[in-house]
T-cell receptor, first 111, second 111 residues
């Protein structure tokens, strides 16, 4: 099992550019999450999907959109990137009981 | 706004000592409590979870929960340099499992 995979690992964007971060899990989990992590700020929830076909906003959704493409895949889109979106982005999935499994992260820099 | 507070540290302990990491939370309805370990440049991984008041032990790790004081802690016995990492406390309430993360405590174990 690969667990949770994310692409790309690194990305540099210019202000106003758009991009999609991809996430996939092969553990047959229903719930998936997108977080951002900034220095000294911990993990903040952007969006989550409790099951295929549903998505909900988290703590910091502004400037982002998500798509739960199927049970395996959950993508995060930045329509018009801003320097404030420079961060490390983690995707996670959750098993039936409690544990969240995190992907390796995407380091995004917006100049 | 649900809040989870942790001392950012760094907490420095000598090898072989007990490291004590603390976390307080604001939501009295919180039911599930988690400790994640995050090495520099890596993704978080779950090391302990606790639901009931009291202590829960797993190897060198002990989680302690006091719901009346809204306080959860993690003790690491016989600390090793490989335990040097940031430890994130996460708290969730209800059945939807949307955890709120603290900002993390940096632990340094020196030989």
């Amino acid at each position: 099992n690969a667990g949770v995979t994310q692409t790309p690992k690194f990305q540099v964007l210019k202000t106003g550019q758009s991009m999609t971060l991809q996430c996939a899990q092969d553990m047959n989990h229903n719930s998936m999450y997108w977080y951002r992590q900034d220095p000294g700020m911990g993990l903040r929830l952007i969006y989550y999907s409790a099951s295929e076909g549903t998505t909900d906003k988290g703590e910091v959704p502004n400037g982002y959109n998500v798509s739960r493409l199927n049970k395996r895949e959950f993508s995060l889109r930045l329509e018009s990137a801003a320097p404030s979106q420079t961060s490390v982005y983690f995707c996670a999935s959750r098993d039936r009981i409690y544990e969240q499994y995190f992907g390796p992260g995407t380091r995004l820099t917006v100049t | 706004q649900k809040e989870v507070e942790q001392n950012s540290g760094p907490l420095s302990v000598p090898e072989g000592a007990i490291a004590s990491l603390n976390c307080t939370y604001s939501d009295q309805g919180s039911q599930s409590f988690f400790w994640y370990r995050q090495y520099s440049g890596k993704s978080p991984e779950l090391i302990m979870f606790i639901y009931s008041n009291g202590d829960k032990e797993d190897g060198r790790f002990t989680a302690q929960l006091n719901k009346a004081s809204q306080y959860v802690s993690l003790l690491i016995r016989d600390s090793q340099p490989s335990d040097s990492a940031t430890y994130l406390c996460a708290v969730s309430s209800g059945g939807s499992y949307i955890p709120t993360f603290g900002r993390g405590t940096s632990l340094i174990v020196h030989p």
